[in-house]
T-cell receptor
């Protein structure tokens, strides 16, 4: 089984629908992240969580919300999806401190298309 | 605002060629620079560089960091078709709350033909 699992892997939805992307990890890491990838723009940070009670906005959090249900689970929600949220979404985890804290382990990605 | 620029944006070579990928950055409170390889799915970690001039090597891949000139290069020698991927660089800030909040470049798309 993968260390970081994302579901669904692919989703097509319509404008205005609520969508949830889920992420679970078996790494035992405290820190979890949601990134979005668009062609030509690299990966951009949406939200991050340093532990269950600590959730923070990233570079592009507008239109998104998150929930850290447990140490191992971090979900991303689009309350009312719009077409420019069509992208590849990655969940990632890292160690809490030290050298390993910047080495992210990524999930396989969730491709979302909003029509 | 942190800034990362990778070049070239895309590169097409033949097996056996050597390639050099570039990453220039401007970040506040720089701590380290990471390289990732992204094939069909998730980016996978290649290198983390924290000191200038010390080359990191893994087989045919090597990378070096210049903290004075604010750039890093990733070299791949004797390229193979399996090297075809997007290569991402990401400088990281120092400090506890900055860990993991990487600023990624746009990526270099490398295509290696047989």
């Amino acid at each position: 089984d993968a260390d970081v699992t994302q579901t669904p892997r692919n989703r097509i939805t319509k404008t205005g629908k609520r969508i949830m992307l889920e992420c679970s990890q078996t790494k035992g890491h405290d820190r979890m992240y949601w990134y979005r990838q668009d062609p030509g723009l690299g990966l951009r940070l949406i939200y991050y969580s340093f532990d269950v009670k600590d959730i923070n906005k990233g570079e592009i959090s507008d239109g998104y919300s998150v929930s850290r249900q447990a140490q191992a689970k971090f979900s991303l929600s689009l309350e009312s999806a719009i077409p420019n949220q069509t992208a590849l979404y990655f969940c990632a985890t890292s160690d809490k401190t030290g050298v390993g804290a910047n080495v992210l382990t990524f999930g396989a990605g969730s491709r979302l298309t909003v029509l | 605002e942190d800034k990362v620029v990778q070049s070239p944006l895309s590169l097409v070579v033949h097996e056996g060629d050597t390639v050099t990928l570039n990453c220039s950055y401007e970040v506040t409170n720089f701590r380290s620079l990471l390289w990732y390889k992204q094939e069909k799915k998730a980016p996978t970690f290649l290198f983390m560089l924290t000191s200038s001039g010390i080359e990191k090597k893994s087989g045919r891949l090597s990378s070096i960091l210049d903290k004075k000139e604010l750039f890093s290069i990733l070299n791949i020698t004797a390229t193979q078709t399996g090297d075809s991927a997007i290569y991402l660089c990401a400088p990281a800030n120092a400090g506890g709350t900055s860990y993991g909040k990487l600023t990624f470049g746009q990526g270099t798309i490398l295509t290696v033909h047989p």
